[in-house]
Nanobody, 123 residues
Framework: QARLAESGGGSAQSGSSLRLSCDASGQFYSRACMGWFRQGPGQAREGVAQIAHNGTTTYADSVKGRFTIAQDHTKKNLYLQMDNLKPEDTAMYYC?????????????????WGQGTQVTVSS
């Protein structure tokens, strides 16, 4: 059974960096997209970054130029490098997989989710 497990969250100062990791185990479709989403207190879950099976990346406007999504050659490990963190980046961050990869950064399209890792950025 497919399973996703995030790690690397924590507390950070504004302007600093954190790196999130996601370990993917089990069977995923070869054309699956992998993505990072986040949900702040009282907010809807939003897409942060997505990487397609061919390596194409997509970012939310709010993180462009600051966050980088990457995947290792096995496609079993997903990363999110977060630089120049801001207090508004504070949220629970989730790793997710979309087996069909038909849409971009839409939470409803992603059928597999990790438990999340908390990121808290202080000013």
């Amino acid at each position: 059974q497919a399973r996703l497990a995030e790690s690397g969250g924590g507390s950070a100062q504004s302007g600093s960096s954190l790196r999130l990791s996601c370990d993917a185990s089990g069977q995923f479709y070869s054309r699956a997209c992998m993505g990072w989403f986040r949900q702040g207190p009282g907010q809807a879950r939003e897409g942060v970054a997505q990487i397609a099976h061919n390596g194409t990346t997509t970012y939310a406007d709010s993180v462009k130029g600051r966050f980088t999504i990457a995947q290792d050659h096995t496609k079993k490990n997903l990363y999110l490098q977060m630089d120049n963190l801001k207090p508004e980046d504070t949220a629970m961050y989730y790793c997710a997989a979309d087996p069909l990869c038909l849409v971009v950064l839409q939470p409803g399209a992603f059928g597999y989710w990790g438990q999340g890792t908390q990121v808290t950025v202080s000013s």
